[in-house]
């Protein structure tokens, strides 16, 4: 068969294109440092990146959500912890005025500062975080507690997320720990008997006082402990989280980073091969050229 002018221009012209397009990528690869940015580059490679950079954000999502509850559950602590301070206070003020060595008018004294202390408590119960009333349940969007210690949140408690698809609870129940519907003691109804027998100088009633003031101490420590638990289940979410997005990232990196070495030394021999291809094409060209003539 006879080679054509043409044949060998065409010839020459994908082969030179070829030898360009190697030494494109390579070098699209020396300096991004990425083998795969198109789809295009490596369809198999490009699936499994998106795959895992799909599980990568959300394992993201899963550490927001995470660490958001871990510090509303540590506010939470917080919190009770003053609560607990304020009605320990209110237990060592009653167990002093139950003595005999007082009077009437030490114990209506005794009763300002227990209101007081009384007003301390629902102040905390209705503590907010970026407008989320931590002790609300799922009813987050108003103070849980009215100005007559009723409960208006929801017992329903808010969840979190600790891994993809699964949530555990990230609040605390106030209704079971402060209110009797947790089959314990009504804070609000201990401390306003309290009161009462404080001002009535009721000595027999304050110590029935001091009695529901311990249960209500104890309470406070379970949902402190109850706090705990729920925040070591997502500090465990966050750190379990990390270690899994931070694979999945690994994962896909390893598909789509280029080795910078090898893409260097594969530049390296595109070039030379373009050049050693370009400067054949020109001799080819050259020696048809003068066949013509």
């Known amino acids: 068969?006879?080679?054509?002018?043409?044949?060998?221009f065409d010839s020459s012209v994908i082969r030179n294109s070829n030898h360009r397009s190697r030494m494109e990528k390579a070098m699209a690869e020396t300096s991004t440092g990425r083998r795969v940015v198109h789809p295009w580059d490596d369809p198999v490679a490009a699936g499994r990146i998106a795959y895992h950079n799909n599980n990568e954000k959300q394992w993201e999502?899963?550490?927001?959500?995470?660490?958001?509850?871990?510090?509303?559950?540590q506010t939470a602590d917080d919190v009770l912890g003053n609560i607990q301070n304020v009605l320990t206070r209110a237990y060592e003020l009653s167990v002093q005025l139950a003595n005999d060595t007082y009077n009437p008018e030490d114990r209506e004294a005794g009763a300002i500062e227990l209101a007081t202390l009384q007003e301390e408590v629902f102040y905390y119960l209705n503590t907010s975080v970026g407008g989320r009333y931590i002790f609300g349940g799922i009813e987050d969007n108003k103070p849980p507690f009215d100005?007559?210690?009723n409960f208006e949140g929801s017992a329903i408690?808010?969840?979190s997320e600790i891994a993809p698809?699964?949530?555990?609870?990230?609040?605390?129940?106030?209704s079971k720990y402060f209110t009797a519907a947790g089959g314990g003691v009504d804070a609000y109804t201990i401390l306003t008997d309290l009161n009462t027998s404080m001002l009535a100088s009721d000595k027999a009633g304050i110590q029935t006082g001091i009695g529901g003031l311990k249960d209500l101490i104890t309470q406070v420590s379970n949902a402190r402990a109850d706090a705990g638990t729920q925040q070591n289940f997502f500090d465990i979410a966050i750190e379990t989280g990390m270690f899994l997005r931070d694979q999945e990232n690994n994962r896909s990196a390893s598909l789509s980073d280029a080795d910078i070495i090898d893409?260097?030394?594969?530049?390296?021999?595109?070039?030379?091969?373009?050049?050693?291809?370009?400067?054949?094409?020109v001799k080819s060209f050259r020696l048809t050229l003068l066949d013509k003539i």
Do not use: F, P, W, Y
């Open 1 to 8: 068969m006879r080679i054509s002018d043409k044949m060998i």
């Open 61 to 73: 999502g899963v550490i927001n959500s995470a660490e958001r509850a871990a510090s509303e559950l």
């Open 147 to 149: 100005n007559a210690g």
């Open 157 to 159: 408690q808010r969840r």
């Open 165 to 174: 698809g699964l949530t555990t609870e990230s609040s605390i129940n106030a």
């Open 263 to 281: 893409a260097a030394s594969r530049l390296q021999m595109a070039e030379r091969a373009l050049e050693a291809s370009l400067t054949a094409s």
